[in-house]
């Protein structure tokens, strides 16, 4: 391996019915929503995606353009559902339809400042059932006939036993060499203390 190379394993998961589904119970007290970003705003979708991305090497859409978030957001059956705690954004998940009658779970994760708050397992499971019933929603779209994400090992260290407790099973297993990059952030003293 080379020192500016790093070895990622990407793994695939699924859901072929809603039956699969295992949700978790919302977590203590009365502060959370979550709520639909009905109206694509590729400011706050990048706010999104740079605040919960930035410690976890996501960089694949911090060079988009503008009309590239634009197009992304427009898509018919896309949807990105925000969880807010007492106002404040905690974390999202994007749900991306595609032709076949499947939905992706492309982006699924909590701002740094809320992680360890037992909010993900909820969001997760809230965004899992949203997928499921994207159709009532989109009635141009095929209704649901499986949930899939891909999580990698670079992800947060609860992310895969997080999907696994929400009935995800594994696909797909492939590993490659990426080049080591830097990220956004979060700046240092971001995180909770533990």
């Not at 502060?31 to 740079?50: D, G, Q």
């Not at 990105?80 to 492309?106: F, K, M, S």
Request: with cysteine.
């Amino acid at each position: 391996m080379n020192s500016s190379t790093t070895t990622v394993t990407t793994w695939s998961l699924e859901q072929t019915s809603p039956a699969d589904l295992r949700p978790s119970a919302p977590p203590a007290g009365d502060t959370l929503r979550i709520v639909r970003a009905e109206v694509p705003s590729p400011e706050f979708s990048r706010f999104l995606y740079a605040s919960v991305g930035g410690d976890i090497k996501w960089i694949d859409r911090l060079g988009w353009t503008y009309a590239q978030w634009e197009e992304q957001l427009a898509r018919p059956g896309a949807e990105t559902w925000v969880a807010y705690d007492r106002g404040t954004p905690a974390g999202y998940v994007e749900l991306d339809a595609q032709d076949d009658g499947a939905v992706e779970i492309v982006y699924f994760g909590l701002i740094p400042a809320f992680r360890g708050r037992r909010i993900g397992g909820h969001l997760l499971s809230y965004g899992i059932a949203r997928a499921w019933d994207l159709a009532e929603r989109w009635p141009e779209r095929t209704p649901t006939k499986r949930v899939w994400l891909h999580t990698c090992s670079l992800d947060g260290e609860h992310a895969m036993a997080n999907y696994e407790k929400r009935g995800f099973r594994l696909f797909r297993t492939e590993t490659a060499e990426e080049p080591q990059v830097v990220t956004p952030g979060p700046w240092p003293g971001a995180f909770p203390a533990v």
